[in-house]
Every structure is written in C-alpha cells, then in structure tokens.
C-alpha cells in the first residue's frame, strides 16, 4: 500500500512525536529521482556523494558547488512531492558567512528544499545565519566524508569514550542551532540510539544501528550497482549490476544474432 510520504519540513519533526521512521535515499539525476519518487520512500538526498558514485572520485572532497547544483535542479524537476535536501560541498560553508550564504543561495534556487552540512565546530555562526534565513538545515556528525583526510579514511568513529562525547556534544549543538534533523554516520548502535533518546529532532542513521528515527542509504549501494565493496551498513535489495549486465548482454545477442529489431520495432 501506498503510503503518505514525508512532504515538508514539519513532518520529519511529527514523523519522530509519533514513532514514525524516516526513508530518505540519494539521487544525483533525474532517471533515479523519478524512481524515488514513485516509490513510499519519504525524502531524497542529493548527496555530495555523487562526487564519488557519479563522477568516479575516490572521496567527496571534490564535489563543487556547480556539481551539487546541476545534480539538485536534475532531481528536483522531477521529485514531485518528494522533500529534497541538498549537500553543500567541501569547505562551502567554511569561508564566511556570505559565502556560505550565497552558496545555499544556489542549491536553494536550484529546487532544493533543505541543505546538509557536515559537522559544527567553528561554523556556528553559518549554521545560526542559515536556519535564520529559512532554510531548513540538516546535520551530520559521526563519520562525515568530508573530513576523510583527517580520520586517515572511512573508519568506523565515536568508538573511544572520548570521542563518543564529542559526537554526542556536537549533535546536542547542531539541535540548539536549529538543525530539523541530523545525519548520524557509521558511529556504534549505542551511540546512535543514546543520541536518537536525547534529542527532539529526528536522527537519520546510516551505520548508527536500528534505534534512529530514520535510516539514509545510497541509491546504487540499495539497488547493488556500486561495485563490488560494500560497507557493513549496506543492505542490497537487488544485485542490480547483474540484472543490468544481463540486460546489456541479451541486447548484444540480439543485435548480433539479428533478432533486434524485429518487424513490430520496425517502421513500415
Ligand atoms: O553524500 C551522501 O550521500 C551523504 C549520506 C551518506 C548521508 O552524506
């Protein structure tokens, strides 16, 4: 059955009063939006991580603010009533608050409903001036891709007691800011569900265990088109690139054999 998906800001909010969880995948582009969109899931996220899965990067690093805003205004155009939340890239939103301003300004203007930006410490003041502008802003602490380089790659964070506190403390600040809802990546099941009890916005998990109010996945990791490592979060709903391969490989046949087209595929 179809269900009422979420639709705007306020519900990610009503979804956590009443015990609701929250489904958000990515998408990068406008065949993939309109399968989200189709679907009950409730919102999708342009993710920088297009950098990596649709321009073949090895970390989010290089995403730009054009790449994030050619990919919002493709999936907007056809997310219908899907709420879309849009990443702003590596260090947009770390050179002042005009500058971050102006690049909500761009994936704002290009369909996007909310943005997401990694981390709090030391951008404070954007976030305040952000939310104060009306745009709904959604967080992300734990692993954030961003700061690869700093964590000397994709590891698991908020194992030591120490740190722990320190994500605890940051979603705490990113809920005092304003933040509707916050990202919480690949941090311990614990961690997540202490973090998910403690606040009143909703927490989106991608590797924080089954206790968040919601969970985020990569599009092409879901459908198993992302190759062949998978981080222990991801669940395969489909293996997508052998159905696909399959699909590319009876067309060959078939061009090769003389069996495409056939006389119905054929104009008189
Ligand atoms: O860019 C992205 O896809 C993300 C999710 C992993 C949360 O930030």
Known sequence: ???????????????KQEHR???????YDAWSAHLVERSNVDAILVGDSAAMVMHGHRTTVPATLAMMAMHTAAVARVAGNKFVIADLPFLSYRNGVSSAIRAVGTLMRSGAHAVKLEGV?????????????????????GLTPQSVNEFGGFRVQGREADDAEKIAR????????GCFSLVLECIPAPLGARIT????????????????DGQVLVLQ???????????????????????????LDRYDADVK?????????SYS
């Open 1 to 15: 059955m179809r269900q009422v998906p979420v639709t705007n800001v306020r519900d990610f909010a009503r979804f």
């Open 21 to 27: 969880k929250i489904s958000i995948v990515t998408a």
């Open 121 to 141: 410490d030391g951008h404070e003041d954007v976030i305040r001036q952000i939310v104060g502008s009306g745009v709904p802003v959604m967080g992300h602490v």
């Open 170 to 177: 940051q979603a705490h600040a990113l809920e005092e800011l």
């Open 197 to 212: 009890r403690e606040l009143t916005i909703p927490t989106i998990g991608i590797g924080a265990g089954p206790c968040t």
């Open 221 to 247: 990791d879901l459908w198993g088109v992302a190759g062949d490592h998978a981080p222990r979060f991801v669940r395969r709903y489909i293996d997508g690139e052998s159905m696909l391969t399959d699909a």
């Open 257 to 265: 054999g003389g069996r495409f087209p056939s006389a119905a595929e």
